[in-house]
């Protein structure tokens, strides 16, 4: 009886500081929540990735992903699902490829193990005026994957350079 109250008040604590630590990370800046500015609809024109506060990189789309992995588990005849594992934040990029070569020489650096491939990075999103709308800081980060696309030579589209991103952690922060 007091392993089950026990393993009751564990999963309490344990759930509550889940839901808090997700409500914590959220910020109310969409459009129509209290505090949002009534002008900010979420349109960006440009998105750029800054290293350690030197070169700067465009791109025309983005993707974050973080959170947990989450496994069933069982007491006694209830099955719950907790978060067991955290997955490290993973940021896609995505952009016309030009001559710039800082994500590829960035990522063979990272593969080479280099010491000091890790970087820190702030990706910014600015709206059609300049004006920055939203930023991310991402600590210990390398590019983990590379990809160019649509490689046909007579093809009419651009060819797209896709990076992705792993970090320690990511931050948004005031822009």
């Excluded at 719950?80 to 990029?93: G, N, S």
């Excluded at 990706?123 to 490689?151: C, D, I």
Aim: glycine letters at 8%; charged letters at 20%; zero cysteines.
């Amino acid at each position: 009886m007091k392993v089950r109250m026990i393993l009751s008040a564990l999963f309490a604590v344990g759930l509550l500081a889940a839901v808090a630590a997700g409500l914590g990370a959220w910020t109310s800046n969409a459009a129509g929540m209290p505090g949002a500015d009534p002008g900010d609809t979420g349109t960006v024109a440009r998105i750029a990735l800054t290293i350690e506060g030197g070169q700067s990189v465009s791109f025309r789309s983005f993707e974050i992903r973080s959170g947990f992995e989450s496994s069933e588990l069982s007491l006694e005849t209830r099955g719950i699902t907790l978060p067991v594992k955290r997955t490290p934040p993973t940021i896609t990029l995505e952009r016309g490829m030009d001559s710039n070569m800082d994500m590829w020489v960035w990522h063979e650096a990272a593969l080479a193990g280099a010491v000091g491939s890790r970087k820190s990075a702030s990706l910014v999103m600015y709206n059609v005026e300049g004006t920055p709308v939203a930023r991310f800081n991402l600590e210990h980060a390398w590019p983990s994957k590379v990809q160019e696309s649509n490689l046909e030579a007579a093809a009419s589209a651009p060819v797209l350079e896709t990076v992705q991103i792993v970090a320690d952690s990511v931050h948004r922060v005031a822009p």
